[in-house]
T-cell receptor
Framework: NAGVTQTPKFRVLKTGQSMTLLCAQDMNHEYMYWYRQDPGMGLRLIHYSVGEGTTAKGEVPDGYNVSRLKKQNFLLGLESAAPSQTSVYFC?????????????FGPGTRLTVT | AQSVTQLDSQVPVFEEAPVELRCNYSSSVSVYLFWYVQYPNQGLQLLLKYLSGSTLVESINGFEAEFNKSQTSFHLRKPSVHISDTAEYFCAVSDLTGFQKLVFGTGTRLLVSP
């Protein structure tokens, strides 16, 4: 089991460029989440999905879009990157009936927008 | 809506000394409570959780936390820390809606020195 994987690990973008972050999980989890981590602010939920084909907004969704076309994948898109989106992005998944309310996190993607 | 307060951004401590990391939460509904740990350059891992039952919960590596409903607290303690406990610790809450979304505190960096 690879668990939760994220691609890429690092990326530098110029303002206005677009990119997609890929999250994949092999645990057959229903729920998936995208967070951003900023110094002194903890983790904040961007978007989440409770099943294939469904997505919902979290605490800080502006400037991001998501898609969950396959159960194992959750994509986070930045259509026009801004310096305020410089952050570390974490994907997580959950809903293992044997381990309720445990979220499994990926290793993160460090994004810098110049 | 829920919120989590971790008043200490950094806690320095000597090896083998006891430590307490404080967490207070605010919520108008019942919540589940969690502590996650993040080692340098890694994703978050669940350390322990309170869902119901005994208010004292323990982790496999010697940490414990006690849910205090009257004080809306969930402080994390360890009687004797090791160098390897150096990490950032996040307190989090989730309501009982079933989507298992987490609201995180801003984190406490535990620095253990010899």
């Amino acid at each position: 089991n690879a668990g939760v994987t994220q691609t890429p690990k690092f990326r530098v973008l110029k303002t206005g460029q677009s990119m997609t972050l890929l999250c994949a999980q092999d645990m057959n989890h229903e729920y998936m989440y995208w967070y951003r981590q900023d110094p002194g602010m903890g983790l904040r939920l961007i978007h989440y999905s409770v099943g294939e084909g469904t997505t919902a907004k979290g605490e800080v969704p502006d400037g991001y879009n998501v898609s969950r076309l396959k159960k194992q994948n959750f994509l986070l898109g930045l259509e026009s990157a801004a310096p305020s989106q410089t952050s570390v992005y974490f994907c997580a998944s959950s809903y293992d009936p044997g381990r309720p309310y445990e979220q499994y996190f990926g290793p993160g993607t460090r994004l810098t927008v110049t | 809506a829920q919120s989590v307060t971790q008043l200490d951004s950094q806690v320095p401590v000597f090896e083998e000394a006891p430590v307490e990391l404080r967490c207070n939460y605010s919520s108008s509904v019942s919540v589940y409570l969690f502590w996650y740990v993040q080692y340098p350059n890694q994703g978050l891992q669940l350390l322990l959780k309170y869902l119901s039952g005994s208010t004292l919960v323990e982790s496999i590596n010697g940490f414990e936390a006690e849910f205090n409903k009257s004080q809306t607290s969930f402080h994390l303690r360890k009687p004797s820390v090791h160098i390897s406990d150096t990490a950032e610790y996040f307190c989090a809450v989730s309501d009982l809606t079933g989507f298992q979304k987490l609201v995180f505190g801003t984190g406490t960096r535990l620095l253990v020195s010899p």
